[in-house]
Structure formats: structure tokens, C-alpha cells
């Protein structure tokens, strides 16, 4: 596997040939532009005769979405695409669903540690991943309404994205991996792939109920130990992370007990 230090690859279009041979996805659609590659891949999942995996992405998104009413800001070179995804055929029930999107979390947190393996790469409840303290992937899973089994998870990953070009309110909060490899490019084929591999490794773990999820998602809880605030509509509850528990609840210490929170929006509060 390329490492940050052994090759610069100033690569244009993903090589989708190389996705459909080298990894579980049976369609791949990459487009040069989609408005959003989750409510494309919504669209296609309500198709029964669609064989899944089914991968859509694009190099450029006009409304990429996020969690509630939050939008994915992705400038070109970075990764944005969704995966539909039928979970009777990944051998997974209803019960292992909660788990599916920590479980893709820890996948990218290992592909960014692959390459760049000397890198602080954190994982912060339930769906966004951290890169040297700043947020560098988010996730979003929606279930198709008209084929209740399939899920699509949708995924943005800086890549060759610099941040130096965003947002100014998204500067001091976001990050690529090319900002943290001091400006080196990397393969985004490279990247996708690797992460393909390691989210299917990792979901025929759970299957086999082999992945001890909670213990490897904890280790890299960037809330573990810090006081937080988790707000679930006009609720709110405040106290000290400990981890996540074995059904990936959020595990909140307070004054009198410890809580398990299975929704809503984290911050830290130091």
C-alpha cells in the first residue's frame, strides 16, 4: 500500500475498473457533478433488480448533505460518494443496524492511518472522523423507504482538497488529508479502495459478532474523558464521556449515574 512519503499521484478521475475488480461493489456510477450522491443512490435503491453494492460518486456535489439540516462542503479532489447496500446479504439483522455507522467510522479511521500512519486520528460519536483535532470525514445513512432492507451510506472524505480554499468559519474545524501530509497528493482510487477493503473486513466481523467493536471504536474516541453536551431535540444532558457501550450507545457519566445516549448532537466542552 502507498504510504504519504512514497508516491505524489496528481490522479483526475477515480478509476472506476479498479473499484469494480478489486473490491465487493457490483455497479459503480461516478459522475462529474450530482447535486447529491445520496438522494442519487436513494433513487436507485428503490429499484429491486439493482444488484448492491452499488456505488455512485462525483467529483463535484451542489448539495451534499449531513446529519439534520447540515450541509458537506467538498471542494474538487475531494472523496464524495454513497453505497447502497443490501444488509440481509452482509448477513447483518435489524440489531447489528446502530452499529453500521460506527463501524464505517473505524474503517476510514483506518484507511487514514494507512496512510498516514503516524498521523492522531479520532473517531467522534456517532459519525464524523477526526484528523490532527480537526474533522476530516462525515457520514450519512438513510434507509430506502420502498426496500426496507437496503441502507444507503453516504461518505465525504477530504482527500486533495486543501483547506487553505474553504469556508472561513470551516478553517479553524476542518481538515484533508493532504493539509496533514504537508501537501502531498494521494491517489484517490488508492484511498477508496483501501477503505472499501477494510469496511468489509470489518462489517464480516460484526457478522460473525467478531469485532468488539466497543473497545476498538473507544480507543479512539476523541470524547473519551472531556465533559460534553449531547442535545436530542429540546432535550440536553451534560456530563463526562467514557466510551461507547457493546450496542454503540454513547455512555455519558453524569453527577448520579452513568447514561447511555443512542442520539443526537455531541460538542465538547473544554
Known sequence: MKGCCETIVVEFVVDTDRLLAETFVRNVEWLDEVGSTNDRALAISVDPLVETPYL?????????????????????????????????????????????SLLTGLAISETLSTFLPAANVG?????????????????LIEQCERQSDRLVVGI??????????????LKGIA???????????FSRTDVLITFLSRWRILTEQLARSDLNLAERWSRLCVLSGHPV?????????????????????LLLRTAFTVERHYAGTVRRLD
Open 123 to 139: 473517531l467522534k460519536w456517532p459519525n464524523d472522523v477526526w484528523l490532527e483535532g480537526r474533522k476530516v470525514s462525515g457520514i
Open 175 to 185: 481538515t484533508s488529508i493532504l493539509d496533514a501530509a504537508g501537501g502531498a497528493v
Open 229 to 249: 453536551k449531547i442535545t436530542t431535540g429540546n432535550q440536553e444532558a451534560v456530563g463526562v464521556c467514557t466510551g461507547i457501550d457493546a450496542d454503540g450507545a
Open 56 to 100: 455512485v460518486g462525483a467529483d463535484r456535489q451542489s448539495a451534499g448533505r449531513g446529519r439534520g439540516a447540515n450541509q458537506w462542503w467538498g471542494a474538487e479532489g475531494s472523496l464524495m460518494f454513497s453505497v447502497v447496500v443490501e444488509m440481509s446479504s452482509l448477513t447483518l439483522t435489524p440489531a447489528d443496524w446502530p452499529l453500521f
Open 156 to 169: 465525504g472524505l477530504n482527500v486533495n482538497n486543501s483547506f487553505e480554499d474553504a469556508p472561513q468559519e
